[in-house]
T-cell receptor
């Protein structure tokens, strides 16, 4: 079974631009979560989608948004990029919304904002 | 609110020696606890989880973790470290109810020296 895939793997943008990252979960998984990883802040939760509905949202500004499609694929969008948005963005999927279920992570998208 | 503490930023151990990576947590109710490992330029890989039952949980690559409710700890252990175990290790917790997200610790970098 294929793992979680994320595209693109690397991205370079300039301040003020916007970016869209894509995530394809493991087949059959309905929950997709997004995390931002930086050396200073560690792994911070952005949001979770389940069956096309946002179920949880972390403490990030409104410039960060996401959505999930009927095939469970998810995208996240960051508008008006800032230098501090440079990070590794990780997507994770799990089978359903069960609290005990582990998440499976993709390789991440490395975003660099210049 | 739930939280995880990994008190050591770095752990060094000689190859062949036992290793321990510490984790303490705070959550209302019974926790679901997870350990993940991250190799350079990779996403997180699931190692093991505690849901309920036996306090000693066995996982991938010879790792195990011990759940201690009174000390609110979930330390990761391995009897004999390998150089290839060198990586970044994350402990994570999720509460038992609702749709709360997975919360990660800051991570502990493990270096196994030959």
């Amino acid at each position: 079974k294929a793992g979680v895939t994320q595209t693109p793997r690397y991205l370079i943008k300039t301040r003020g631009q916007q970016v869209t990252l894509s995530c394809s979960p493991i087949s059959g998984h309905r929950s997709v979560s997004w995390y931002q990883q930086t050396p200073g802040q560690g792994l911070q939760f952005l949001f979770e989608y389940f069956s096309e509905t946002q179920r949880n949202k972390g403490n990030f500004p409104g410039r960060f948004s996401g959505r999930q499609f009927s095939n469970s694929r998810s995208e996240m969008n960051v508008s008006t990029l800032e230098l501090g948005d440079s990070a590794l963005y990780l997507c994770a999927s799990r089978f359903d919304g069960g609290q005990h279920n582990e998440q499976f992570f993709g390789p991440g998208t490395r975003l660099t904002v210049l | 609110a739930q939280s995880v503490a990994q008190p050591e930023d770095q752990v060094n151990v000689a190859e062949g020696n036992p290793l321990t990576v510490k984790c303490t947590y705070s959550v209302s109710g019974n926790p679901y606890l997870f350990w993940y490992v991250q190799y350079p330029n990779r996403g997180l890989q699931f190692l093991l989880k505690y849901i309920t039952g036996d306090n000693l949980v066995k996982g991938s690559y010879g790792f195990e973790a011990e759940f201690n409710k009174s000390q609110t700890s979930f330390h990761l252990k391995k009897p004999s470290a390998l150089v290839s175990d060198s990586a970044l290790y994350f402990c994570a917790v999720r509460g038992p109810a609702g749709n709360t997200p997975l919360v990660f610790g800051k991570g502990t970098r493990l270096s196994v020296i030959a």
